[in-house]
């Protein structure tokens, strides 16, 4: 399927789109991101950039879920990687992505601070991963694609950093006005594609 076939058939991807789940749906999330997070925890896979709140273990890999749940819902493709429990770690080796959409590998990261930065750990996503998606929770039925950013863009020396100290370590982040539509990432990545 050629560049050009992707994007017309992809118009809802883009930035600012909201995803509506149901109580279900919350339901789903909720456990299997419960699941992961004991999984994880069991085999020492570390924690993220962000500083986990000691009230609730559970969020970050909770809301995880969600956004890969809600984006899935938006491409129709749903619930395929999300029930997916085991050990995933970039660091590892074992993080393969969270979707493949359209031939590409798209990471799905997700954040419920409205403002918040698109984030990577690690410059192993390189040649692993084509793209990311960066999903903000607004409520726990109600989630945004805030935009889709190229790997090989983000994995920067220049984006290594705190954001002036708002991220508990350093790591690779761009702001969301960075962010782009889909359309705009898979003409970002035609040159890689080509050359691959």
């Known amino acids: 399927m050629s560049t050009r076939q992707r994007i017309q058939d992809r118009p809802e991807l883009v930035r600012n789109t909201l995803i509506h789940l149901e109580d279900t749906e919350i339901k789903l999330y909720t456990e299997i991101g419960k699941i992961r997070y004991d999984s994880n925890r069991k085999k020492n896979v570390k924690d993220t950039a962000a ?4 009230n609730d273990p559970y969020k970050f890999d909770i809301i995880g879920v969600a956004g890969e749940l809600a984006l899935y819902k938006m491409i129709g493709e749903y619930p395929h990687g999300v029930m997916d429990v085991g050990i995933r770690s970039m660091e ?3 993080d393969k992505g969270d979707l493949l959409l359209d031939g590409l590998t798209v990471d799905v ?9 698109l984030l ?3 410059n192993k ?3 692993v991963i084509d793209l990311f998606a960066l999903v903000v929770k607004l409520s726990d039925n109600n989630f945004m694609i805030r935009g889709f950013y190229p790997c090989h863009m983000l994995i920067k020396e220049e984006n290594f950093n705190r954001a002036d100290g708002k991220l508990f370590r350093p790591c690779y982040n761009v702001g969301q006005e960075e962010l782009m539509d889909y359309e705009e990432v898979v003409k970002k990545l035609q040159p890689l594609k080509k050359s691959a």
């Open 120 to 122: 990577a750990v690690s």
């Open 92 to 94: 590892r080796g074992t």
């Open 51 to 54: 500083k986990r709140d000691k």
């Open 125 to 127: 996503c390189l040649g």
């Open 109 to 117: 990261k997700t954040t419920d601070h409205v403002n918040g930065r």
